[in-house]
């Protein structure tokens, strides 16, 4: 059997709301391999947010296991979830998540510092040079074309070695010729690196992509 790179059993994450509690997962059993690629669609509201976001550790699930590169993320409390997701997962999202006041080289150095990393500079640039963007080194994000900025995450995602990539909607904000760009260059890295990729779309010739696809609705999972 492959190893497994994310591995939920009857994951339940229930959340208040102004009109009271609401059930967003319902137990979900889900797994993917490692290095393998995998597109969840369904439609809005269905839950598939939320399920990147219990997979990351970013919400604790309400009930159930979340297995994540081998960690049982459910043993483990705020300081170590965020510190496993320094180290092995990277975030690609539709709204990229740069910040305004920090150069390109900055956005993907700055979390390789926090995490400890002494050559997190050099890493940075490695990371712009693989995503063909090392002349825009010194650009902050405004300067920056969507697609450019999007480039600039993709890096930022894969700088510290992350075996693991979530992305949501990652051409969400895209023209059609650019987020074909961004599609290659995120399936690229992630055959370089043999991450595996859990991919958040509405688009189903993009999902066709994956090694496999699955379909959300109502909070729950089952393979399309």
């Known amino acids: 059997m492959p190893d497994l790179a994310i591995d939920l059993q009857d994951v339940c994450l229930n959340l208040e709301s102004d009109a009271g509690e609401v059930n967003v997962l319902r137990g979900v059993n889900f797994k993917v391999n490692a290095g393998e690629t995998v597109s969840l669609v369904g439609p809005s509201g269905s839950g598939k947010s939320s399920l990147l976001l219990v997979t990351a550790g970013l919400e604790p699930a309400t009930s159930g296991q979340v297995h994540v590169g081998g960690r049982d993320l459910t043993a483990l409390g705020e300081d170590a979830r ?5 180290e092995r997962i990277g975030f690609v999202f539709q709204a990229f998540h740069l910040i ?4 390109a080289l900055e956005n993907i150095a700055t979390p390789l510092e926090l995490a400890g990393r002494r050559d997190a ?7 712009l040079a693989d995503v063909g963007l090392s002349q825009r080194a010194g650009h902050l994000p405004s300067q920056l074309s969507g697609g450019e900025q999007q480039r600039v995450a993709i ?5 510290g070695d992350a075996d693991i990539l979530l ?3 990652p051409t969400g904000n895209l023209d059609g ?3 074909a760009a961004i599609v290659e260059l995120m ?3 992630a055959a370089i690196r043999k991450a ?3 991919l958040v779309t509405h688009d189903p010739a993009l999902a066709a992509r994956c090694t496999r696809q699955f379909r959300m609705a109502d909070g729950q999972v089952s393979e399309a």
């Open 196 to 198: 595996a990729l859990l």
């Open 177 to 179: 010729e650019t987020g």
């Open 121 to 127: 500079h050099d890493r940075a640039a490695a990371a």
């Open 187 to 189: 399936f690229a890295q």
């Open 155 to 159: 890096a930022r995602a894969f700088a």
């Open 82 to 86: 965020a510190r496993f997701r320094r």
């Open 100 to 103: 305004p006041s920090m150069t």
């Open 167 to 169: 992305a949501d909607e």
